[in-house]
Each structure stands twice: as C-alpha cells, then as structure tokens.
C-alpha cells in the first residue's frame, strides 16, 4: 500500500472500484474509470505499477461475473474458452509491440472503428435483442469469431485496452448470432483468460500494489455480481443501452486524449 495515499483517496478508489466492477459485468469498459481513477488517485506511482494493480482488481469482478453468468446465462463455454485461448496470445503479442506504437496516430483510428459501432447501434435498435438461434454454431462461425474476437481484439487489448469488453460484445453478437446478454457473458470468459495473461506478466515483472488491489478488487468483486445479476434479469435492451452510453464515454475518453490532454 502506498505510504502516501489518504483515507480520502482510499475510499474514492473503492468506489470506482464498484463502479468499474458493474459496468465491466453489464457489458465491459470497466477500465473506462478505474484506470483513470488509479493514475489521479496515485499520481506519484509509476504507471507500471498503475496498470498491475488494476488488472489485480479486474480480474476478480471479471470473475465473478463470468462465474455469475456461467451458472444462469445460455453460454456455450467450450466456445468462450477457445475464443479466450486465442485472445490470451493476442494480449501478449500486442503488448510486445505496444511500446512501438505511435497512440497519435493509433487513437483516430480507434475512433473511426467506435464511430462505426456507435452508428451500428443507432440504426439497428433491434441488433442483439432477438433470441439466440438454438442449435450448434457452424465451424466456420466460430474460427472466424476466434480469429477476430479472440486474436484481433485480444491483441488491441494487449497494445491499448479500454473499451475491449464492449467491442467483444458486439463482435461475439455480430458473429455468432448471439443476443447480447449471452456474447456479454462469453465475453466475460474471454476477458478473464486476458486478464490473466496480463496479471502473469505484472507479477511477473513485480508491478503489482497486491494490498491495493486486493482492497479494491473486494469492492469490484460485488460490483461485477450485481452487474450480472441485473443484465440477466433486465435483458438484451437494457445491456444494449448500457454499450451506448459506454461506447460514447469511449469516444470522448479518446478525444480528449487525443485533442484536449496536455
């Protein structure tokens, strides 16, 4: 635990904590705000540091929700898992190149691609509401799903991260067919096999606060809980206008990295 952090600072990053912990169990970008929350809260920590302890905190809410989800939500976890493997080697090979990438350059691109997605939603209020389709998905669904949701995005989580929980729910709904509560919940799994090659490679390097984290991931831990227990009971609608609302915030995250940050 830092020696400098206040009894303040403490209990705003738990609430964060929660926050981030719900968000990520609805539908992803939990990182959204407790990333920046962590470097505002510890600005004298080195980011290394930052990024280790937040993923300490994810992984657990990622977890019990993906548990959550497992117990009560139609999810093929076969599928998930290979989807998973996959995006666990994306994380790594993009976290290689990660020190090599230009964010200026990167960044509008990033934005282009959520300006498509954000379109995407508006105009077709019905996508992912319907009943997934029974029966077993096709091969060729489910390679393509592992090459684009598991490689691609797993490796843009690995060279950037935010909003990776929210582009694996549209590509797992675009792809498989599914409705959004269930690629929300196979998009837990996959976040959790990231998450733990990440987590590897922080303690690993020893760029982890573990009683930080363990303190926020308890508070992440019953966010990721009720976040899943909600999107089960509310449905496809509301986890469709919670990805809005986090696909927006994405957008200005990122433009005010890119134009108005000093």
């Known amino acids: 635990m830092p020696a400098d952090i206040s009894l303040f600072t403490v209990t705003l990053l738990c609430l964060a904590a929660l926050a981030a912990g719900w968000i990520d169990a609805v539908v992803g970008g939990g990182g959204l705000l407790l990333l920046p929350a962590l470097l505002v809260g510890l600005p004298h920590t080195p980011v290394a540091y930052v990024l280790g302890t937040n993923k300490s905190t994810a992984i ?21 898992l290979r989807i998973g493997l996959a995006a666990m080697g994306g994380s790594l090979a993009g976290a290689f190149f990660a ?4 964010s200026q350059v990167l960044r509008p691109l990033i934005m282009g691609v959520l300006l498509g ?4 939603l508006l105009f077709r209020p019905a996508f992912g509401t319907a009943p997934a389709p029974s029966g077993p998905v096709s091969r060729r669904r489910v390679v393509t799903a592992v ?4 490689l691609g995005i797993g490796f843009y989580d690995g060279l950037i991260g935010p ?12 792809i498989l067919h599914m409705d959004l509560v269930s690629s929300s919940a196979t998009a837990k799994v996959v976040n959790v096999c990231t998450n733990i090659g990440a987590l590897t490679m922080f303690a690993v390097q020893g760029t982890v606060l573990w009683q930080l984290g363990a303190l926020l991931a308890l508070f992440n831990l019953v966010g990721g809980m009720v976040g899943a227990r909600m999107a089960l009971k ?13 696909v927006v915030a994405l957008l200005c995250k990122l433009a005010y990295d890119q134009w108005l940050a000093a």
């Open 99 to 102: 020190a090599g990438i230009n």
């Open 60 to 80: 657990v809410g990622t977890t019990a929700a993906a548990v959550t989800y497992v117990r009560k939500a139609p999810i093929d976890v076969r599928t998930a």
């Open 163 to 174: 909003g990776t929980g929210a582009f694996l729910v549209v590509a797992l709904t675009a």
């Open 117 to 120: 997605v954000l379109a995407f």
């Open 234 to 246: 509310r449905g496809a609608g509301f986890v469709r206008g919670v990805l809005v609302v986090v």
């Open 147 to 150: 090459l684009v949701a598991g």
